[in-house]
């Protein structure tokens, strides 16, 4: 085969699909990212693929990604306890821990190149990321859904989280 034939055949196979995965995409960009993403899972993977759902089995949540760079993730448990005292001053120590393990927050200027995302964390309900960098790596992306991991999750090992776009 000729290299012409060859370079015809791998143009005309990438057209087909394209036009077949119109909102498939390998990289972004910064600008493919920005908007508001409600979260739809979050889960603990273990090597052996083992998933675990990181913040029970319907997670609340938004990942805010803006047009100049700055970012705020927040992360919930459905089930949270009320504070029974109503204040949330004077939650009992049963209380706070349910809070302090069922919420993530963290906020801070973002960058992307390729498929990672890097998030600086300036402040965060988990203090021991503040002043770091967490890199997402983005495995999955359409202009509707994404899918990014981050390898050294808050609870310790990989953790996948599944996003989609709010319109």
Not at 81 to 97: D, F, L, S, V
Request: zero cysteines; charged letters at 15%.
């Amino acid at each position: 085969m000729t290299s012409r034939i060859a370079i015809a055949l791998a143009t005309v196979s990438f057209g087909i699909a394209v036009a077949v995965l119109p909102d498939a995409a390998v990289a972004q960009t910064a600008a493919d990212l920005v908007g508001s993403w409600a979260v739809i899972s979050v889960d603990n993977v273990s090597p052996d693929g083992k998933r675990s759902p990181a913040f029970g089995p319907n997670p609340k949540g938004v990942v805010i990604l803006d047009g100049n760079g700055r970012y705020v993730e927040l992360i919930l448990r459905s089930d949270l306890p009320p504070i029974a005292a109503g204040n949330r001053m004077q939650g009992t120590a049963e209380e706070n821990r349910a809070v302090a393990q069922g919420v993530l927050a963290f906020y801070g200027p973002y960058s992307v190149a390729g498929n990672v995302v890097t998030l600086v964390v300036d402040g965060s309900s988990y203090p021991n990321w503040i002043g770091g960098d967490q890199k997402r790596t983005i495995t999955s992306f359409t202009s509707h859904q994404m899918t990014w991991t981050n390898s050294v999750g808050s609870s310790g090992g990989l953790v996948e989280l599944v996003a989609r776009r709010v319109e």
